[in-house]
């Protein structure tokens, strides 16, 4: 019953209206990746006042992910911890998918990564395929490098790795006949010295901007015991924990382009002040995952009366 759906948690104010890197947003709140990884929800995910949604991360070839327990919740921190490890059922199954469903005026989005058995020397062609395989169904890409679940993902934010990989999608996207905006996830965790490599690598490449930021390996500021937080093990944390450390990497990635990248900002967005800190910060979009689960399907809604 999409129009029951509509009826309880859409919000339309023409006042929301956003363009970024050439695209048409509604609103500028988006789900982040990792909520609908194989995009089969996205009709009914598109009744609850999203401006765009982000599938995936898919991979080339499905692939189960990690063993289950691995999604855990941290109540007093408003936070999850995840080794989910690009649990999904492939890349050309998405494509049929999508080449199906009516999205009406939702963005859509494709995060695109790597699957666990390839090399990281062989990563490119994976990201390749993605990228070509799912071109016609997508409004935008996201090259994913900062998930903390694949096993040695993140080093291909590194100078030499990453330039060859966004130099190579990007040539491929520019000999379309119609380019699409490709943008770049980045981890919290990185140094000054990394995210000024990146600026540069994002500004070289020419690519359309930057999805700040993906979980962290850290556990700083959480209020359950050491011994719980240990307990639980490896994974990417999210929700309120990562929201200043996401924040600080959106201001500094707008500080050193100058204002000149586009960047998404996302990282423990609950509710509206949390979307504007990441705007006043220089996002000019905002995503968000742990808030949707925390506060649930009206949480949108409500964040976008918020802003509005
Ligand atoms: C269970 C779970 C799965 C996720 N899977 C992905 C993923 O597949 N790809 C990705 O780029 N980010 C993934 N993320 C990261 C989110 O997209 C987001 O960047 C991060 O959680 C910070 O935002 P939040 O605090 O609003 O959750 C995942 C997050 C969670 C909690």
Request: proline share 6%; glycine share 10%.
């Amino acid at each position: 019953m999409p129009w029951l759906l509509r009826a309880m948690f859409d919000f339309k104010s023409d006042r929301l209206a956003q363009e970024a890197f050439g695209l048409k947003f509604k609103n500028p709140v988006g789900l982040a990746a990792g909520f609908d990884k194989d995009g089969k929800y996205i009709e009914a995910l598109s009744c609850l006042g999203f401006g765009f949604i982000e599938v995936g991360t898919v991979t080339p070839k499905p692939q189960g992910g990690n063993p289950k327990p691995r999604l855990f919740r941290l109540k007093k921190s408003e936070a999850l911890i995840n080794r989910m490890g690009f649990n999904n059922g492939g890349c050309d199954a998405l494509a049929e998918r999508l080449a199906k469903v009516k999205r009406g005026d939702v963005i859509l989005g494709a995060n695109i990564g790597k699957n666990k058995v390839t090399p990281n020397d062989k990563a490119v062609d994976d990201y390749v395929y993605c990228f070509e395989k799912l071109f016609p169904h997508v409004d935008y890409f996201v090259v994913n490098v900062s998930s903390p679940n694949t096993p040695d993902l993140r080093q291909l934010q590194d100078k030499e790795p990453l330039t060859k990989l966004l130099s190579t999608i990007q040539q491929l996207n520019l000999e379309k006949a119609v380019p699409k905006p490709v943008l770049l996830k980045i981890a919290p965790d990185l140094t000054d010295g990394q995210l000024k490599d990146i600026v540069e690598i994002v500004s070289s490449t020419g690519i359309a901007g930057i999805i700040a930021t993906n979980t962290t390996i850290v556990r700083d500021g959480l209020k359950e015991s050491e011994e719980e937080v240990d307990e639980i093990g490896a994974g990417g944390l999210s929700g309120a924990p990562v929201r200043s450390r996401s924040t600080t990497v959106i201001e500094c990635i707008h500080q050193e382009s100058k204002g000149s990248i586009p960047v998404i900002g996302v990282g423990g967005i609950f509710n509206s002040s949390h979307a504007q800190e990441k705007l006043d910060a220089g996002a000019q979009l905002v995503q968000l995952y742990t808030g949707f689960i925390y506060e649930g399907p009206s949480s949108v809604k409500k964040i976008l009366q918020g802003l509005s």
